[in-house]
């Protein structure tokens, strides 16, 4: 699903208890697109880290909580397990 996609969820009008339960959870939720998007911060990763939902949603995760010289690595390791998905998905429907 494309950061457009969940973020026209995540803002539809009507109730969304599941986003409340993400919130009750004294645990970090940061939930991404498949590009490595921000579509999802809960209250407690506003608490620990300081930044609000508003500041990192629809951000690279990388260019938020990482150092540059960590992030060239970490962008490889994630192209490298969507190309894994894409050919796990492919094998499991073809």
């Known amino acids: 699903m494309k950061f ?12 969304r ?6 919130d009750a959870v004294n645990a970090l939720v940061v939930i991404l697109d498949q590009e490595g998007r921000i579509v999802l911060f809960n209250k407690a990763s506003e608490d620990v880290t300081g930044y609000s939902t508003a500041e990192v949603l629809g ?3 990388w260019d938020i909580f990482l150092l540059p010289e960590e992030r060239e690595p ?7 397990l969507r190309v894994l998905l894409v050919f ?3 094998i499991i429907i073809g």
């Open 17 to 22: 208890p599941e986003l409340d339960l993400y």
């Open 88 to 90: 796990r998905f492919t």
């Open 59 to 61: 951000k690279l995760v």
């Open 74 to 80: 970490v962008k490889r390791c994630s192209m490298i």
């Open 4 to 15: 457009e996609q969940l973020q026209r969820y995540l803002n539809r009008d009507e109730e």
